[in-house]
Structure formats: C-alpha cells, structure tokens
C-alpha cells in the first residue's frame, strides 16, 4: 500500500476534522495526515514532504508562487472553496474541491492528484526553473548568483538542486555539464569558451 503525506492547511476545525476523515477512508494509500499553519510555508513543506496540500483557497497568497516555483508538479496543491472565487484566487492550484461536495468526489479528486504524482515520478520531466539552473551550475554560478539572475531566493534554488538531483540522480557539476549537453541546455562551444575564460 502506498503511503501518502497530505497537509492540510484549514483554518476551520470543522473542515480540518472533515477532510481528515474523507482521507481517512481512502483504502488505495495510507495517509499521514498532518497539519501547517502557513506561518513559515517553506519550512513546513521542507521538514513534512508532503505530496499533497490541502489548504483553504482563502488562505492562499502570493507565497504560492515561489512554492509552486520551488516545487513544480512534485507537490500537488488542492484548494477548498466555499464559493465561487476569481480565477487569480485558484491560480496556484492543481485542483480544488467544494465544501458541498460529497465523500466520493473528494476522494476522487485526491485520486486524480496522486495519480498525476505518480505519471510526474515516471517522467522526471525537468522544469523550466530548474533548466534555468541547471545552464547556472554549468555556467560555473553560485546558489546565490543563480538566485539573483533568476529573482529567486537562496533557498528557493537550493530546492530546485534538490529536486534536480533527485529527478535526474546526478549530483555532480560535471554530470549535469554532460545532461545539459545532450539536452540541448547549452551548446558544447558555450561551454569552451566558458573554459577558455575561466584559465
């Protein structure tokens, strides 16, 4: 049985002990259920790896978009609505469900979202954010020169080599010098001239 961390980020003790149950029914996976204030979000996300977050659609921020940055589609991010909401309120959303949904369509979007996780593990696709830092490390970059050329934070990079690294399983310069290569990141002349100027 697969196992499944599903942070839930609901303000509401009643919606908190609902969903709480509905995923307590799922029989395909066992979730761990846990909790996140969205106070520090990056470092709740960093100490729980959850694969899901459940959180109150009201509650989500601008926040969002370095987390989503950060993350891409290895964390799915499924919003609870109580009424219909403007489009830039859902963006950062994989999903959402209804308070007035029933257990089965809640179920069933969970589902959906853990089965998108297992295609993304399949795929290990690289993401646009992590390529651009993947032509930084081979660039001969700092974290924090790559940081500043991407408008990002530190850490935010710092994740991004993480997930790269974990998607690719390669983890020195050298071999993400030869994935760019082959993947048409940077040219092979970029790179000897990049050589040539470091001598």
């Known amino acids: 049985m697969r ?9 509401s003790q009643i919606h908190f002990l609902g969903v709480t149950s509905i995923l307590r029914a799922m029989t395909e996976a066992n979730c761990n259920v846990v909790t996140i204030d969205g106070e520090n979000l990056r470092e709740e996300i960093e100490r729980l790896h959850p694969s899901i977050i459940i959180a109150d659609a009201l509650c989500v921020d601008g926040e ?16 609870l609505v109580h009424s219909q909401l403007p489009p830039q309120k859902l963006k950062w959303m994989d999903d959402t469900f209804s308070i007035y949904d029933g257990q089965d369509s809640i179920i069933q979007t969970v589902r959906k979202n853990m089965a998108a996780d297992d295609e993304d593990d399949k795929g290990k696709e690289i993401s646009p954010r992590e390529k651009d830092v993947i032509v930084g490390i081979v660039k001969g970059l700092s974290n924090k020169e790559i940081a500043s050329a991407m408008n990002v934070s530190v850490n935010t990079v710092m994740t991004h080599r993480r997930n790269i690294a974990s998607k690719l399983h390669i983890h020195t310069p050298a071999g993400l010098t030869i994935y760019a290569i082959v993947s048409n990141l940077v040219k092979l002349e970029d790179i000897k001239a990049e050589f040539e100027l470091g001598k």
């Open 64 to 79: 969002w978009e370095e987390v989503k940055a950060a993350y891409g589609s290895s964390l799915k991010i499924i919003g």
């Open 3 to 11: 196992h499944l961390t599903i942070a839930l980020m609901l303000p």
